[in-house]
């Protein structure tokens, strides 16, 4: 079938659709990640976004029951230059092209990627609409225009789970955990059934990795809705608090602010990605939107407080503003590529966070040891 992608400015790509037969808006970005397209597709991250692969070729490994890091595909579309109808792999059970139809997500394949990026790289992350409903170029263009805008969009509290619920998946990540990587099965096997603490994870569109990573350093872990007060998540009584990554604008989150201002302090904390924006805005200081945003498993962040450089897992579109921090706020990452906010940590209280993703899926490992400084931080607080 054939399927259209226009963007707000009115450039237009014709391509083959695949997946649903469906039409969404979001914002348009790209990713740079050379696999993981299943993890990439159902981190809730993602949500309101229209998602293009640098890589050319996707789809050649399949999708399985494994891989998924939520419970549904969450990315509006998916845009790809090749998409293989063949699927290698012992451990696939769908092709990319039916898991996406399944889960009534359009895709756009045989278009030239590499002009979409360069073009959004040029000028900034814009407003898009893919459609395989066979509809006019002018009428695909003016409804990517009269898409919500990503600034001021409240998307946290469309992802973020109901009720509370306690995290009983004991499995480590899809290759082993990577702050347990190179440790013994018997090692993980006792970390797992002895946890050692007890962690409340704020749901702001949470990836099953960082569960899994919070167990495999020892955490019972019971996750929480978005807006769960400080005072609730006091009467679980944990020995430490993690916030999650997610989707949208940190600014419009103006009642988990005054939460997490509460709770710091109390509790050591430990956020990334969106969590990390929050914590920010906490501390007193500003957010903003990025031209065109991170997102992939290639970036380089420089822990300032040790000079080594990580190679990071990245998804995100908003940053901290450097400038507007109060000076009990440490900086302690910053991105290599253009300079922006990788990290930060309270000069005396065990809250910390980064912008990128330690627990990976896909991507990296290199940061895998902030979990393990969690722990760290929780055991000497008792």
């Not at 009534?104 to 609409?129: A, F, N, Q, Y």
């Not at 300079?339 to 940590?345: I, Q, S, Y």
Request: aromatic content about 8%; some cysteine.
């Amino acid at each position: 079938m054939e399927a259209i992608l226009a963007l707000e400015d009115g450039r237009v790509w014709r391509g083959r659709g695949f997946g649903a037969r469906a039409e969404v808006v979001g914002e348009v970005v790209f990713n740079t990640a050379m696999t993981g397209y299943q993890e990439i597709l159902t981190d809730p991250s993602y949500s309101g976004q229209i998602v293009t692969m640098t890589y050319p070729l996707i789809g050649n490994y399949g999708v399985n029951d494994e891989d998924a890091e939520s419970t549904r595909v969450f990315a509006e579309g998916f845009i790809v230059r090749d998409l293989s109808r063949t699927v290698s792999s012992w451990r696939a059970n769908a092709s990319l092209g039916d898991y996406l139809k399944t889960a009534g997500v359009p895709g756009i394949s045989d278009i030239d990627t590499r002009s979409l990026v360069r073009h959004i790289r040029e000028r900034g992350s814009m407003r898009g609409c893919l459609t395989t409903e066979g509809t006019s170029e002018a009428g695909v263009i003016e409804r990517a225009r009269s898409a919500p805008e990503m600034v001021g969009l409240d998307l946290a509290s469309r992802v973020t789970c109901r009720e509370p619920y306690e995290w009983t998946d004991n499995q480590s990540s899809a290759y082993g955990s990577p702050s347990l990587l190179h440790t013994s099965k018997e090692s993980r096997d006792t970390v797992k059934a002895a946890p050692r603490f007890h962690v409340v994870a704020y749901d702001f569109g949470l990836k099953h990795n960082s569960l899994r990573s919070l167990a495999a350093i020892g955490c019972r872990v019971t996750v929480v809705p978005a807006h769960m007060s400080a005072d609730e998540v006091s009467a679980l009584k944990p020995d430490g608090v993690w916030l999650s990554n997610g989707p949208g604008d940190p600014e419009p989150l103006t009642a988990i602010v005054a939460n997490l201002r509460k709770l710091i302090g109390r509790y050591p904390i430990f956020g990334i990605c969106l969590g990390h924006q929050l914590l920010g805005l906490a501390f007193g200081g500003r957010t903003y939107k990025l031209p065109f945003g991170h997102h992939g498993g290639n970036q380089p962040v420089k822990d300032l407080t040790t000079g080594r450089v990580e190679i990071t897992a990245q998804n995100h579109g908003f940053a901290v503003d450097a400038n507007s921090l109060p000076a009990e706020c440490e900086i302690t990452h910053i991105n290599l590529n253009d300079g922006t906010v990788e990290g930060l940590r309270h000069r005396s209280l065990p809250v910390y966070s980064v912008q990128y993703h330690p627990e990976a899926g896909p991507g990296p490992h290199d940061a895998a040891y902030l979990f393990d400084r969690f722990a760290e931080a929780m055991e000497q607080n008792r």
